[in-house]
């Protein structure tokens, strides 16, 4: 039983470090934050925008927070800051919801900031210009087949087509050896470094050009309501890399704006949603500690279920044990409290007691024996033939 104890005691130790292991492994993955997309704030690699969260929650007086909530949670008005990093044009079709949210802050006299996600081909390969027109062409293909996918989204516009931009491949200027190319701006808030992305183009008269790579439109403002939109097509000033290697404070001020005051990275397009789920309440409600105290009795009664800590009463051993015989411990008695030459001696004796109430005549006849002296088996049979002068076994 013992045994049976420390072998589960072992199974339970083992099970809670491997707990262990996989609770560390995890721990470190999301403190890498590689699990997440490019231009999440949860990530510290070169791709995301950890360090801009971090470096703006310094600043004194301002708040800065991240949206994991639904899209009807995201509010704000005048002084408010939506960072909308690494968006794809297909947001507008997918995530509508969010979009309009997005735009009520704006509207409100908020600031959206959104950075466009790269397209697969990038500015610095050698491969000839597409023509405009089967460009655009192969893009209303796409949306035609999104839409067929999704009939049910079909009616929500892209990006694109909902602010009135077009993002394209930029020409094939900058070498692809550059780490970040210079990109002056049409103001005096310096210049802009950009590691590629899409140019845009069909700006609407709404939009002012701020930076521009060559002829190509790279960074774009216009006004939403009471506030404004500032639309990137790539995010390298923002990034971790961006804020590393080629810090502009005058260019992420002029793009995010001298009256902030509230500062959401929005992340809830990025996958990272908080759900209420049994395991959020439980944490809201602080019962985690309830929760691991019955894990604990939960434990303790499989511990008992399966070997109980007191022995069954009356039950006989279910295992044998190895040892001597019961036999050998009236043979060690005897060895220690009779001398072997008064053995028999000593068995004619309680023999005699034994017959002397109900067999009195076999009692006389062994008294009437001579001594048994040294030959134990002749004295033996000697007893035997008084007590049974007519042979056979005596089970009296």
């Not at 971090?54 to 899209?71: F, K, Q, S, T, Y």
């Not at 970040?180 to 005096?188: G, Q, W």
């Not at 939403?224 to 990137?232: A, K, T, Y």
Request: glycine fraction near 10%; include cysteine; hydrophobic fraction near 40%.
């Amino acid at each position: 039983m013992r045994r049976d104890r420390l072998a589960l005691a072992a199974l339970l130790g083992l099970a809670v470090l491997f707990a262990a292991g996989l609770a560390l492994v995890a721990r470190e993955r999301y403190a890498r934050g590689d699990g997440y997309p490019a231009g999440s704030s949860f990530r510290t690699d070169p791709l995301g925008t950890k360090a801009l969260h971090d470096a703006l929650l310094e600043i004194e007086g301002l708040r800065v927070a991240r949206h994991v909530g639904p899209a009807t949670d995201l509010r704000g008005g005048e002084g408010t800051v939506v960072l909308l990093l690494e968006v794809s044009d297909r947001l507008g079709t997918a995530d509508p919801v969010l979009v309009r949210a997005v735009e009520a802050v704006g509207l409100a006299g908020g600031r959206i900031v959104v950075t466009l996600a790269r397209s697969q081909r990038s500015w610095f390969e050698d491969e000839d210009d597409e023509d405009p027109k089967e460009s655009e062409k192969k893009r209303e293909d796409e949306r035609a087949e999104q839409g067929a996918r999704e009939p049910q989204a079909s009616f929500a516009p892209p990006l694109s087509a909902r602010w009135g931009f077009a993002a394209r491949p930029c020409p094939s200027e900058p070498h692809a050896t550059i780490a970040a190319v210079p990109i002056a701006t049409e103001e005096s808030s310096g210049d802009l470094p950009w590691r590629g992305g899409d140019c845009l183009a069909d700006l609407t008269p709404a939009w002012r050009s701020l930076y521009r790579l060559g002829a190509h439109p790279v960074v774009a403002e216009r006004s939403l309501g009471r506030g404004s939109i500032v639309l990137l097509t790539g995010g390298y000033v923002l990034s971790n890399e961006g804020l590393l290697f080629d810090r502009r404070p005058a260019v992420l001020s002029r793009l995010i704006g001298t009256d902030a005051r509230t500062i959401l990275f929005e992340e809830s397009h990025h996958g990272v949603r908080r759900r209420a789920g049994i395991v959020a309440l439980l944490g809201r409600y602080r019962m985690r500690g309830a929760l691991a105290a019955a894990a604990i009795l939960l434990g303790l009664w499989g511990w008992w279920a399966g070997s109980p800590l007191v022995p069954a009463a009356g039950g006989a051993e279910t295992e044998p044990r190895s040892g001597k015989e019961a036999s050998l411990g009236l043979v060690s008695l005897l060895r220690r409290g009779v001398p072997p030459k008064r053995l028999m001696e000593t068995c004619l004796e309680e023999w005699r007691r034994a017959f002397a109430r109900a067999r009195p005549a076999a009692a006389a006849a062994l008294a009437r024996l001579p001594p048994p002296g040294e030959d134990i088996p002749a004295a033996y049979r000697r007893a035997r033939e008084a007590v049974n002068p007519n042979g056979g076994d005596d089970d009296r």
